[in-house]
Structures are given as structure tokens and as C-alpha cells.
Nanobody, 115 residues
Framework: QVHLVESGGALVQSGGSLRLACTAS????????MYWYRQATGKERELVAS???????NYADFVKGRFTISRDNVRRRVFRQMNTLKPEDTATYCC?????????WGKGTQVTVSS
């Protein structure tokens, strides 16, 4: 069974920083690309970053320069360092992996940025 757990969400002021983590189990973690999505109230879910098993990263334009994604294959975790947070970054952040054509999601962690 694939299981993903996110952590690190919090209430912060505009300009602050957070580090989110996603811990995976039930898969051969090293072989799979991990994705970070977010969904704000009233908006569509959007992809914000990804990292492949080999370490290649990709970022949405609206977070480039502020967010960094990395992975720890020993502990089977993916991290997202989020700097210079803005109120528009307020959302539920979820990690995702696709295994045998099936997407698996964590339950998400809430990030709230006050103005």
C-alpha cells in the first residue's frame, strides 16, 4: 500500500518561511518522481514543483526563486523549502506519486500566510 504523509504546514506572516516534508512508504521510492501540488479555496489544484528519482527538479513560474524542492532517499522524504511567502501562497499542499498508473496523494498540510 502506498502511503504519503505531509508535515510542516503552519500559520505564518507574509515574508516568512516554511519547510514542508512528504514521507513515502509502500513504493520503491528512489525510482519515482514526486510531485507537490497545492489547492486554495475556490481555485483549481495546481502543480508547484516536482523532483525525479535522479534529482531533476521542475518549478512553476510563480514559485521559482522562492521555493526549493529536494529529496532524501535514505529516509524516503521529499522537502519543500518555501521562502518569502505571500498571502496568495495560502493553500493545502499535497504530495503525489504515480505507481502503476494510479495517483496516490497525501492528505495534505495547510499553509496559511497572513498579510
Amino acid at each position: 500500500q502506498v502511503h504519503l504523509v505531509e508535515s510542516g504546514g503552519a500559520l505564518v506572516q507574509s515574508g516568512g518561511s516554511l519547510r514542508l516534508a512528504c514521507t513515502a512508504s509502500g513504493i520503491n521510492f528512489r525510482l519515482f518522481t514526486m510531485y507537490w501540488y497545492r489547492q486554495a479555496t475556490g481555485k483549481e489544484r495546481e502543480l508547484v514543483a516536482s523532483i525525479t528519482g535522479s534529482g531533476s527538479t521542475n518549478y512553476a513560474d510563480f514559485v521559482k526563486g522562492r521555493f526549493t524542492i529536494s529529496r532524501d532517499n535514505v529516509r524516503r522524504r521529499v522537502f519543500r523549502q518555501m521562502n518569502t511567502l505571500k498571502p496568495e501562497d495560502t493553500a493545502t499542499y499535497c504530495c503525489q506519486v504515480r505507481y502503476r498508473g494510479v495517483p496516490y496523494w497525501g492528505k495534505g498540510t495547510q499553509v496559511t500566510v497572513s498579510s
